[in-house]
């Protein structure tokens, strides 16, 4: 079983609050990501981040920023949540390897189901 | 054109009958092949890698074919607990983004 994790599981927070979804994960694990999903939906890659410091926008827009102050942690933020934000958001993480070579696999948190009312 | 193409289902199948799936990529680019399994409202799990030569995992057996871009997934003797969504999956070597899922194929195995 793979460690990583995400807190809160299930949010219910009225539009226009700040919210931060949290996922660590410790595998040390060098690349990290979030995606969201919709119920029946595919997986949109929102942002992932390589390393500490690093952190890149996914093919998917949308509101929220992340950071990547440490390797084990990779929180994602809404400053003002709105009711389309409502979704599930997924945490992954990839393990380190040789250079030229794409990760083996990703290892997924339990997710965390938003509804902004 | 999305990187990685898969038939949505449903798959409806009886216990016991044999199921395939398929999945396109666009990118002949891409280096590395997996099938994810996702259950209903859970986090997708790796089922299995895919490699050029197949490779069978139990009832499971995956195919790739690099000159056609195509690789599957054949499920013999399905169960009630394969009922899930698969996933197909392929990554490159890029400054940005590795993975590109498909859209998943849903099955579900009727009793």
């Known amino acids: 079983e793979a460690d990583i994790y995400q807190t809160p599981r299930y949010l219910v927070i009225g539009t226009g609050k700040k ?8 595998m040390g694990h060098d690349k990290m990501y979030w995606y969201q999903q919709d119920p029946g939906m595919e997986l949109h890659l929102i942002h992932y981040s390589y390393g500490v410091n690093s952190t890149e926008k996914g093919d998917l827009s949308s509101e929220s920023t992340v950071s990547r102050i440490r390797t084990e942690h990779f929180p994602l933020t809404l400053e003002s949540a709105r009711p389309s934000h409502t979704s599930q958001y997924l ?7 040789p250079s030229g070579v794409p990760p083996r696999t990703q290892y997924f948190g339990p997710g965390t189901r938003l509804l902004v009312l | ?45 790796l089922l299995m890698s895919v490699y050029s030569s197949g490779n069978e995992d139990g009832r499971f057996t995956a195919q790739l074919n690099r000159a056609s871009q195509y690789i599957s997934l054949l499920i013999r003797d399905s169960k009630l607990s394969d009922s899930a969504t698969y996933l197909c999956v392929a990554t490159r070597t890029v400054t940005g983004n590795q993975f590109y899922f498909g859209t998943g194929t849903s099955l579900t195995v009727i009793p």
């Not at chain 1, 919210?19 to 410790?26: F, G, R």
């Not at chain 2, 038939?7 to 092949?33: I, L, R």
């Open chain 2, 1 to 45: 054109r999305k990187e990685v193409e898969q038939d949505p289902g449903p798959f409806n199948v009886p216990e016991g009958a044999t199921v395939a799936f398929n999945c396109t990529y666009s990118n002949s680019a891409s280096q590395s092949f997996f099938w994810y399994r996702q259950d209903c409202r859970k986090e997708p799990k």
């Open chain 1, 91 to 97: 945490c992954a993480s990839s393990p380190p390897g």
């Open chain 1, 19 to 26: 919210i931060t979804l949290e996922c660590s994960q410790t």
